[in-house]
Structure formats: structure tokens, C-alpha cells
């Protein structure tokens, strides 16, 4: 088969058509998508105002909202720029960037989660020992370290990759460059990255995802004590809400990254990609943040205190 030139830039067919449905759901997604970045942009900018979210649970939160806000700025614009310039083309750089930045952005939100739920954890069930179980030295670590895992893990799946030989076929039927989805183009043996690829989703995302179910699951045993029903039916739709937004940023990326290459198909990974690179930077602000009572009070204290300063402009 004969291999593309090194320098030619892979071709995004994208997840929509020019049909009049397709550009309904177009539609839909980018309102979706910008209703996101305002979202975690706003949640961002409350806890850094605000001192009293000035504690490692909010710090947490707004490490999410920045990973967020970053995923879907990296995707969508690209996306979006594409489907509406019929510009499909992009460079192998920027392809390695996208990968690069959406495994960091993806593996870093996978440990962060995992130490949310840890955070929650020891609210519910070691609520006179939290200062000290979750301190901010540690707050600080857990961050670093999600962030650098997530960084790692990109580097070394974005480099990997784009060293392959790819194949006249150079076009990529999705709508963002993905590992697996270069991996399906390349014209080598690539069974050993394929298996190494297939580890770092065991550490990145099975690990993770076993401590989440695990907190939440020590949180419903905590709960299930307390004679309280009004206390008792709030701790179980919070962790039923948070357990659905667990569900819904690992089961898709566990789907797409730890099948092997035969089993997959092009038109069912861009549907489940875009759960967790779309849809889930859309539910996490309402899920984790805006229906926590000290968040809404906190966004009532900057209205109010806009509204009063526009009262003195005038």
C-alpha cells in the first residue's frame, strides 16, 4: 500500500452531514457547547472571587471546570470551523496537539474525579477529621498529580501515534483527532502500542473508576445509618446524580479506548465520544456545582453586587 507523504495533513469527515436534521443537531451541539464554556467559565471565576469557596472542595471543582472549559475549546471550534467552511484538513501538528490535549485534559479529569469522590468521602463519613484527611497540601498533590498523569499519558499516546506510517487513506472518520482512530490508519504492526495503550486505560481509568464506586459506595453505607429521611433522601440523590456523571464520562471512554481495533466502528465511536468530550462538560457544572446551596449564594452575592455597582453608575 502505498504511504502518504509525511507532511500531508489528515482529513476530519466529521460526525455531522449538510442535511437539514444534521444541521439541527449541529445546532444543538454548539449551544450545548457554548452554554458549557459559559458554565465552567463562571463557576471558574466565582470560586476565585469568592472567599468563602476558597476551600479544597471548591478548589477541586474548579480544577474540573477548567479541565472542562479546555476539552471543549480544544474540540468544538475545529469541529464547528470545519462543518461550516467544508475545511476538513488539518495538520499532523495540530492533530498530535488534539490528542495530546484531550488524553491530558480526559486522564486528568479521571483522577480528579476520583479524588472529588474522596473529598466526599470524608465529608459524609469523617466530617470532625477533614481538616486534617484532606488538608491543602494534599488538595494541591491530588491536582498536580491528575494533571501530570493526564499530561504524561498524552505525551507518550500523542508521540507514539504520529511516528506510525500511515497509508494513502488518510482521512479520518471523526469529527476530532483520536489515538485509536489514527492507530486504525497506520500501515505498521502496531499490536504492541495497541497493548500498551490498552494498560495505561487499565491505570487511567478502571483504577480510578473502582475508587470512585468504592467512595460513593463507603458514603451509601454511612448514609444509610442516619435516621433522618429528609437527610437520607438528599445524600441519595446527591451520589445518584454524581454516580450518573461518573457513568457518563467513563463508560465512553472506557468504550472507545479499551476495545480492540476489529470490534470497532467509525460511526458509533463519534457518537460515544462525543458524550465525554461534549456532553459531560455540559453536566458537570449542573451537577457538581450550580445545585450546591453555597454556590447559588455565591453567584446571588455577585449579582447583587453588580446590580449595586451599576446603580452607582447611574
Known amino acids: 500500500m502505498e504511504k502518504r507523504n509525511a507532511t500531508s495533513d489528515f482529513i476530519l469527515l466529521g460526525i455531522f452531514k449538510h442535511t437539514r436534521s ?24 466565582l470560586i476565585l472571587l469568592d472567599p468563602r469557596l476558597h476551600r479544597p472542595m471548591y478548589f477541586l471543582l ?9 476539552l471543549v475549546s ?16 488539518i495538520s499532523p501538528a495540530g492533530c498530535g496537539l488534539q490528542i495530546f490535549v484531550s488524553l491530558t485534559l480526559g486522564g486528568g479529569e479521571s483522577f480528579l474525579l476520583a479524588a ?22 494534599l488538595c494541591i498533590q491530588m491536582t498536580l498529580g491528575s494533571w501530570f498523569l493526564g499530561a504524561a499519558d498524552g505525551l507518550m499516546q500523542a508521540a507514539t501515534t504520529l511516528s506510525f506510517p500511515f497509508c494513502s487513506a488518510h482521512e479520518i472518520d471523526h469529527f476530532f483527532c483520536e489515538a ?16 500498551v495503550m490498552y494498560v495505561c486505560c487499565v491505570l487511567m481509568l478502571l483504577i480510578p473508576f473502582s475508587f470512585i464506586l468504592t467512595s460513593y459506595g463507603l458514603i451509601l ?17 446527591t451520589c445518584s446524580s454524581h454516580l450518573a456523571a461518573v457513568a ?42 450550580w445545585r450546591n446551596c453555597e454556590v447559588r449564594e455565591a453567584l446571588k452575592r455577585w449579582l447583587g453586587k453588580c446590580a449595586d455597582y451599576k446603580c452607582q453608575q447611574t
Open 180 to 195: 485509536p482512530m489514527l492507530v486504525c490508519l497506520a500501515c505498521a504492526d502496531t499490536s504492541v502500542f495497541e497493548n
Open 22 to 45: 444534521h444541521l439541527f443537531l449541529f445546532m444543538m451541539v454548539l449551544m450545548m457547547a457554548i452554554a458549557s464554556l459559559m458554565a465552567n467559565a463562571l463557576m471558574l471565576l
Open 248 to 289: 457518563i464520562f467513563y463508560g465512553p471512554a472506557i468504550f472507545i479506548y479499551m476495545r480492540p481495533k476489529s470490534y470497532r466502528s467509525a460511526n458509533h465511536d463519534k457518537v460515544v465520544s462525543a458524550f465525554y468530550t461534549i456532553f459531560t462538560p455540559v453536566l458537570n457544572p449542573l451537577i457538581y456545582s
Open 74 to 89: 480544544s474540540i468544538v471550534p475545529k469541529m464547528a470551523a470545519a462543518y461550516l467552511t467544508w475545511n476538513k484538513s
Open 116 to 137: 472529588m469522590s474522596y473529598d466526599r468521602y470524608v465529608a459524609v463519613c469523617h466530617p470532625l477529621r477533614y481538616p486534617v484527611l484532606l488538608n491543602w497540601p
Open 221 to 237: 453505607s454511612a448514609v444509610l445509618h442516619l435516621r433522618s429521611q429528609e437527610a437520607l433522601k438528599k445524600a441519595f440523590t
Open 62 to 70: 474548579s480544577q474540573l471546570s477548567l479541565m472542562d472549559l479546555m
